[in-house]
């Protein structure tokens, strides 16, 4: 491992013109890009100006003093920094190092530690930044095999993956505005897409077929919900286990008329609820193979009938008061004035049944 200073940028903060010359000197031989600065002031002013890897400051100047220019440095920019005072007794190590510095050197400072202990800031810099990435990577790809697998079972029935993207859209943005952690939304967001999964196991004939199913062939369809759960069961994966409740429970229903559980109420998982809401909302503005895309106006109305029957209330007052948000990811807007023959667009008892 390189032990030098090799191109790294160093801001060297200290009144005493002697200590910026001499540290200059030793850090320069090193490799080190040196600028130099005598006071608080002075060295948030480069700083707004040039980026730079590492700064080395004293504590005690004239004007700002070395812990306020750590303070106001902290608050602008992500940079490690190493304080050096020869007033040990004024201040404790944890003190030093809660300002948000990473190291702490006493004065008089002996030059040879002053490098060994500057290399051993800058590879921790760099290790760090070297496992942000490999976390970045592994993190998207894992990601990406995910969207790839339910873009596969997606395929068999919708052609596209649009309606998989509109899902993770609409949940994070029920999720948003019932104000739910950024964590759990994020994990919504990957795993919301995963709901129809087990339609991998369902026969294709079933799956698109135009028109009615027959009570068997309904039969047959609901099972992608258990399918799904036992393709994602087991996981170690959050993003994966949320996925398998959310495929267990994403037809489940309020009043408890839903599959495959009949489970009412909170009894339901709260992403199977979110789910189950955006799945129908998208299934009414979006085209499939057995039926047409309903107006805007019929798709209100029915949120309006189906809340606390069909939908958690919470949620179903969310989409109904922030219709047009959830219209805009449909990509349709409110036709006005409404069609007067609306009693062609009725959403019968068994057309909502029949949602697969
Ligand atoms: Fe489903």
């Known amino acids: 491992m390189d032990m030098r200073l090799e191109s790294t940028r160093i801001l060297i903060v200290d009144d005493d013109p002697a200590t910026l010359r001499l ?38 100047m004239p004007g700002m003093d070395g812990l306020t220019f750590l303070r106001h440095l902290k608050e602008e920019m992500p940079v490690d920094a190493v304080v050096m005072t020869g007033d040990i007794k004024g201040f404790r190590y944890e003190t030093i190092i809660h300002m948000g510095a990473v190291d702490f050197l006493v004065k008089p400072l002996e030059m040879n530690e002053v490098t060994l202990r500057l290399q051993r800031v800058i590879r921790e810099r760099r290790l760090m930044r070297e496992l942000e990435i490999a976390h970045a990577t592994i993190k998207h790809s894992y990601l990406d095999t995910v969207r790839r697998l339910v873009v596969a079972a997606e395929h068999k029935d919708e052609g596209t993956g649009d309606h998989i993207i509109r899902m993770g859209d609409y949940c994070v943005l029920l999720a948003s505005i019932m104000g739910l952690s950024s964590d759990f939304i994020e994990r919504l967001r990957y795993a919301s897409p995963m709901h129809d999964i087990g339609k991998i196991g369902i026969p294709d004939a079933i799956l698109t077929k135009p028109g009615r199913l027959t009570d068997k062939e309904f039969t047959i369809i609901k099972t992608h919900t258990t399918i799904g759960a036992k393709i994602l069961a087991n996981s170690s994966s959050e993003v994966i286990r949320l996925g398998q409740s959310i495929a267990i429970s994403h037809h489940e229903r309020w009043n408890g ?28 503005t979006s085209p499939r193979p057995y039926k047409s895309i309903y107006p805007a106006h019929v798709v209100y109305e029915f949120f309006e009938k189906e809340n606390g029957a069909h939908f958690d209330p919470a949620i179903a007052d969310l989409i109904l008061n922030n219709f047009d948000h959830f219209l805009a990811i449909a990509n349709l807007r409110h036709p006005a004035p409404y069609p007067t023959d609306a009693d062609q667009f009725h959403l019968s008892e068994r057309d909502i049944a029949e949602m697969r």
């Open 23 to 60: 540290l200059t000197k030793t850090l320069e031989k090193q490799g080190a890009q040196c600028l130099t600065a005598t006071s608080g002031e002075e060295a948030l002013a480069i700083m707004r100006t040039t980026p730079m890897d590492l700064v080395l400051t004293d504590i005690h």
């Open 257 to 284: 008329t839903g599959y495959p559980q009949g489970l009412r109420g909170e009894a339901i998982p709260l992403a199977g609820r979110i789910v189950c809401a955006a799945d129908v909302f998208d299934t009414l």
